[in-house]
């Protein structure tokens, strides 16, 4: 009930390309699910997050898209770039768990 | 510069030994959270403080303890040191419960 299950574990897509990372949860008390961005020797960034009250967020080139019946999220990034390139971690919150549970991790390489 | 301090960025000790991680939130976070990162398992959710008080706990194991301080730092304080125990340690704040986490840089500890 407390996992977040990510996928894949890593990603190589060509520059301008539109990777999607998919995010799954058990637990129906999770409201809160941010998506960060960690480069190598940083910590993670809060890159964009969503509620479940709405099934698509858009923030620049980044996408949330939101299915609470599937209890499921995904991030896309139009246009990629090879700046892009970094560890993405989708993490949920909400009920009794207050703080942060994070999936594991999808290394994104985009090539230029 | 996420506004989230934390020293030493960089701690090398040997087995048995013990180390503190220090942590200074952003201004105005009431919430310190300390996780852990390791290869193979991602962030893992150690301990949470609220204005000076445990607020939550994850996988910590009793070697380890925290605490926040009136001026709402925080220390984790790690002992009995493993090699398993080498990870990079990071430290977030939020203003509230869970959302917005600020991460700080981190602190890589390495057990020789």
């Excluded at chain 1, 539109?18 to 960690?38: K, L, R, S, V």
């Excluded at chain 2, 303890?65 to 304080?77: K, W």
């Excluded at chain 2, 125990?85 to 981190?106: E, H, I, K, N, P």
């Amino acid at each position: 009930q407390q996992q977040v299950k990510q996928s894949p574990q890593s990603l190589i897509v060509q520059k301008g390309g539109i990777p999607i990372i998919n995010c799954a949860y058990e637990n129906t008390a999770f409201d809160y699910f941010p998506w960060y961005q960690q480069f190598p020797g940083k910590g993670p960034a809060l890159l964009i997050a969503i509620r479940p009250d709405v099934s698509e967020k858009k923030e620049g080139r980044f996408t949330i898209s939101f299915n609470k019946s599937a209890k499921q999220f995904s991030l896309h990034i139009m246009d990629s770039q090879p700046g892009d390139s970094a560890t993405y971690f989708c993490a949920a919150s909400g009920g009794s768990q207050g703080n942060l549970i994070f999936g594991k991790g999808t290394k994104l390489s985009v090539k230029p | 510069d996420s506004g989230v301090t934390q020293t030493p960025k960089h701690l090398i000790t040997a087995t048995g030994q013990r180390v503190t991680l220090r942590c200074s939130p952003r201004s105005g976070d009431l919430s310190v959270y300390w996780y852990q990162q390791s290869l193979d398992q991602g962030l893992q959710f150690l301990i949470q403080y609220y204005n000076g008080e445990e607020r939550a706990k994850g996988n910590i194991l009793e070697r380890f303890s925290a605490q926040q301080f009136p001026d709402l730092h925080s220390e984790l304080n790690l002992s009995s040191l493993e090699l398993g125990d080498s990870a990079l340690y990071f430290c977030a704040s939020s203003v509230g419960q869970a959302l917005g986490y600020t991460f700080g840089s981190g602190t890589r500890l390495t057990v020789v």
